[in-house]
């Protein structure tokens, strides 16, 4: 599992090292490891070192030192290096082994011709962004900013341009521990994190920004620390499926009831129990209107269906709400869904019906329109756009009030869970931006709540603490709903209703991971 800290809890981690004297050598270590990571992609690009040209944008803090002594290790491997100084100062000692090393530097304030410096950085081969670390706050301002602004319009989309751009430790101009980013970014192709990777850069568009992620230990001890926010990888997740054994019969493998669907939204059903079955489990029982139950049976005729109540169909957990509007029986299926103490995911038009209080085996799945909304009836007064700014902020604020786990819907998914623990899952493509995709997520996470509705073990097989199982829960979900995107993609543009081949596919990859991980 991937930890993620605060920027102040990491800079606590540093102290008892700098106190003691070893900043430099912490320093050398990250430089290292921020060299090596270029040089790979460099080579991954199917360009050498020797020849290539590398831009360096050195602030004033340590960030800036670790830029400048990586780009030292490039300049004694053939690539031409220039330092752009984006602060009044430099840190001495580093700037000075840059230019002892064949290097040469310009303050950007005293550039005559922004214009013509920005497009020297967009025709190198990289720019390192060693501007601002985790002791800054707030946005890029001035003549930084300004430089960020005019290199972004010479280089083009990230997807579109030639120079790779390797952030170190966090991408300028985001949040260390929010993911917010106000004002220009230099977003990266990777950032190379040092200690632990911090909050922001798994939140957000902060996690947009940062690339692909590295992580490097460089000594630091969290263990007195509680970590900012966690991402589940793929081993977590193949924890927590409950796999068949022998004496296994259908009931015993979970029984996830679905109340989704309507007259006016009726594929909404089909998508979720499909995306369920893929999943696993034993059994789906589905309750709807006559129509609806039609459609499911077309496609899944394994599935138990009936226009019955939620007392009536015994289950393990339930899903209610996608595609159901405008519906009382479904509406009224999912109030009591909720009053049955059982684990239930609520997404879409079951929202609306959520009590003022419910425990944290209720998941709710909004998009960031949804939780707004989920909030006004609760008094708080937001803008959709501040909830994706700040996703992680009001998806905590939303569980705590209503005591619910709450996943909020995104590029990154954010569960908060109502103890406060935060879960953050990237693993989703663009392709997955399409009508349908929720009613599917919604199914993978009712899938597992079902498995693990009876399953004592489970929060400890994760490693988390049992109040925060259903968030580990839902961020499983969303890893194998990402990856199952990721997976449909690479044939083309996603059809969210053939999803389910690659669901299978990828909780048929987690049983192989989980099965090599307990080969001696």
């Known amino acids: 599992m ?3 800290f605060s920027g102040g809890d990491v800079r606590a981690a540093e102290a008892p090292l700098l106190d003691a004297g070893q900043g430099d050598a912490l320093m050398q270590r990250a430089a290292h490891a921020l060299f090596g990571v270029v040089l790979g992609l460099l080579r991954d690009a199917g360009r050498g070192t020797y020849g290539a040209t590398a831009v360096v944008l050195a602030g004033s803090g340590n960030n800036g030192a670790d830029a400048l002594y990586a780009g030292e290790r490039l300049l004694r491997r053939g690539v031409g290096a220039t330092a752009i100084l984006t602060a009044d100062r430099a840190h001495e000692a580093a700037l000075d082994a840059f230019t002892r090393a064949g290097g040469t530097s310009v303050r950007l304030a005293d550039a005559p011709d922004l214009a013509a410096l920005a497009a020297h950085a967009a025709s190198a081969d990289v720019l390192l962004d060693g501007i601002l670390g985790t002791g800054a706050s707030g946005g890029l301002r001035g003549p930084a900013a300004d430089f960020v602004r005019v ?6 989309p990230r997807a579109a341009r030639s120079t790779l751009v390797v952030a170190c430790d966090l991408p300028s101009g985001i949040g260390v521990d929010t993911g917010r980013v106000d004002g220009p970014v230099l977003s990266a192709d990777a950032t190379v994190t040092f200690g632990a990777a911090k909050a922001g850069l798994l939140i957000g568009d902060g996690a947009v920004a940062a690339g692909q992620l590295n992580v490097v230990d460089i000594g630091l001890d969290f263990s007195g620390f509680l970590p900012a926010a966690r991402s589940l990888q793929g081993a977590d997740a193949a924890a927590l499926l409950r796999l068949p054994e022998p004496h296994d019969q259908k009931y015993s493998r979970g029984v996830i009831g679905v109340a989704a669907g309507s007259a006016r939204y009726p594929g909404a059903a089909a998508l979720a ?10 059994m789906v029982r589905y309750l709807g209107p ?28 339930w899903l209610v709400g996608p595609g159901a509007v405008d519906d009382d029986d479904q509406r009224q299926r999912a109030v009591d869904a909720m009053a049955s103490g059982l684990p239930v995911v609520v997404d879409a038009g079951a929202l609306a019906a959520v009590p003022a ?20 009836a609760r008094g708080v007064d937001v803008e959709r756009a501040e909830i994706e700014a700040e996703p992680a902020r009001f998806a905590r604020q939303a569980a705590a009030i209503t005591g619910a786990t709450v996943l909020l819907k995104g590029y990154t998914s954010v569960i908060a869970a109502p103890s406060g623990a935060l879960f953050v899952q990237a693993d989703a493509t663009p392709w997955l931006s399409t009508a349908g995709s929720g009613d599917t997520l919604s199914g993978i996470i009712g899938a597992l709540a079902a498995t693990l509705a009876e399953d004592d073990g489970a929060a400890d097989r994760v490693g988390v603490a049992p109040a925060d199982l259903w968030a580990a829960t839902a961020a499983a979900g969303a890893l194998i709903h990402g990856r199952a995107g990721r997976r449909a993609a690479r044939s083309g543009p996603v059809v969210v209703s053939d999803l389910p081949d690659s669901v299978r596919a990828v909780v048929a990859d987690l049983v192989e991971e989980r099965r090599l991980a307990a080969t001696p």
């Open 2 to 4: 991937l930890q993620a």
């Open 151 to 156: 290199f972004d319009a010479a280089a083009g």
């Open 273 to 282: 129990v499909g995306a369920a079955l893929a999943t696993g489990v034993g």
């Open 290 to 317: 006559e129509a609806v139950v039609s459609l499911v049976h077309q496609r899944n005729p394994e599935v138990v269906a009936s226009t019955g109540t939620i007392a009536e169909a015994r289950s393990q957990a």
């Open 357 to 376: 209080r419910v425990g944290p085996q209720v998941l709710l799945t909004p998009h960031a329109g949804e939780l707004r909304e989920l909030l006004a």
